[in-house]
Every structure is written in C-alpha cells, then in structure tokens.
C-alpha cells in the first residue's frame, strides 16, 4: 500500500466513524476531516465524481457545526445569567391570537412552549400578564405526565412563536451539552419563580419574563 491509498483508506476510517457518531458536533467535525481526506485522495488519483461529491458535503457540515456551536454557546449564556429563550425563535413556528382565544388549559397535556412577541396575555389562576419576550410553557416538558399547571388565555391580539416539545427535545439528543445547559436553564427560572411567590408574600405575581407553566 502506498502513501496515495493510505490517504484513501484515512478518509473511509474516518467516513465510517462519522456515521457511528451519536453526538452531533463531533460528527459534523470529523465528517469534514473525512471529506478533506477523500478530496485529496480524489486529486491525487484523478477522480473529479469522488472530489465533486465530497466538495459540495463540505459546505453543508460546516453551516451545521457553526449553527450546533452557537446554539451551545448562547444557551450557556443564558444558563449563566441571561434568562432570554431568544436563540429558539428559529425552531419555533408562529402564530396569531385573537382576545379572549385561550391557547392551553390547566390540566392539559403539554406538548409545546410558546415566546410572546407581541400582545398581552394572562394566567388567570395567578394573575400572571405575559408580556412580549416572556416564555411560557417549557416547564411542561419536564413536569409529570407533561401537564398544564395554569390556564393561558390571550388578552390582547398578539402573536407568539409556539416551539413543539419534540425540536428541544430533538436538540438535546443531538448535543448533551445543549441539553445539559437547558436544564440548568430551566432549573434556574424555577428557582427564580419560586423566590418571586416568596418575595411577593405568594401572590402568584412576577415580573415579565419569568412566568413559568
């Protein structure tokens, strides 16, 4: 074997090792080390099919990597401090409300959080106003059976941007460590709620922003 197919041979060690990856960073990382190997491979024996195809994965590898790194690194931000859930607007879909259309009931199941851009809307149970660049709902993710803790009824029209439980849920399977800063996220606007009802003698009220259902 000469130093050409040992080029080649890297490159299938490496492809290989890419697709029994779980974790998507490090996939999309040595995928784009197994497309370099292969288009070497592929120039030094003369292939433009094999340089061509793994020239045009290139591209796409690299826009999941900076998308993947960024999303860690802005949820870690908010895990830190920063409280906004602005960085999963992306993976959300948006929707219009009418006043007085109510978007979940206590007791229902919880599939989906929802970020309030603009409008008002109200948890009647505590007398919690949901003001835009609040989020509501995570909390069902986590709560058990997945159920509704309060109602949520749109007071004035406005839209909000309804993320299904399912993208979070398919984001943290892809990185554990996006899925380890979610938690201490949403672990940290518990406590912050909770330390709300404490300071406001249990009123159920707190500020925008850190509703929690």
């Known amino acids: 074997m000469n130093w050409v197919e040992g080029i080649g041979y890297l490159g299938t060690v490496l492809t290989i090792s ?3 990856m779980s974790t998507m960073i490090p996939l999309r990382i040595i995928a784009l ?6 288009i070497t491979y592929g ?3 003369g292939s433009m099919p094999v340089v061509l195809t793994e020239a045009i994965q290139i591209p796409f590898n690299a826009f999941r990597l900076y998308q993947m790194v960024r999303l860690v690194r802005d949820t870690e931000r908010a895990a830190a401090g920063d409280l906004s859930l602005d960085w999963l607007k992306p993976y959300g879909e948006g929707r219009r409300f009418a006043a007085g259309e109510t978007l979940f009931r206590r007791g229902e199941p919880a599939n989906e959080l929802f970020y309030v851009e603009s409008g008002l809307f109200r948890i009647p149970e505590r007398g919690i106003a949901v003001r835009p660049g609040a989020i509501v709902g995570e909390l ?6 997945n159920l509704r803790t309060g109602t949520l009824v749109c007071a004035e029209p406005g839209t909000a ?3 299904a439980y399912s993208e979070v849920k398919q984001l943290y399977y892809q990185n554990p460590e996006f899925g380890f800063y979610f938690l201490k996220l949403t672990s940290e606007r518990l406590f912050q709620a909770a330390q709300a009802l404490e300071a406001e003698g249990g009123t159920g009220r707190m500020a925008a922003g850190s509703e929690v259902i």
């Open 43 to 45: 120039i030094l024996i």
């Open 18 to 20: 890419a697709s029994a």
């Open 140 to 145: 069902g993710m986590l709560s058990p059976g």
């Open 33 to 38: 080390l197994a497309s370099c190997a292969v």
């Open 161 to 163: 941007r309804c993320i």
